[in-house]
């Protein structure tokens, strides 16, 4: 169950006026919302840093990759 200081917490801002007049059955709507634009934007920067890595010479590659990757996930 969502509520407005989870929805705030997840914009990054202390507090949305705005927020007040939404039922719980909408915060929680837009929590999901939210929940999926941040996992489809992760998947985005993912793949593109991918994609970016496929575009250095190999030679490079494993140099790139630690900077890209500096926790060893690529």
């Known amino acids: 169950m ?3 200081e989870s929805v705030a917490a997840w914009l990054g801002a202390e507090a949305l006026d ?7 059955a909408e915060l929680d709507e837009l929590c999901g ?3 999926a634009a941040m996992e489809r934007e992760d998947a ?3 793949s ?4 970016t890595l496929k575009a250095v010479p190999r030679p490079l590659r494993g ?5 890209l990757f500096p926790g060893g996930e690529g």
Not at 48 to 51: D, K, V
Not at 63 to 67: H, M, P, S, V
């Open 2 to 4: 969502a509520s407005k």
């Open 18 to 24: 705005g927020l007040d007049t939404c039922s719980t």
């Open 33 to 35: 919302l939210l929940q």
């Open 44 to 46: 985005a920067v993912e």
């Open 48 to 51: 593109g840093l991918a994609a």
């Open 63 to 67: 140099r790139a990759r630690k900077l």
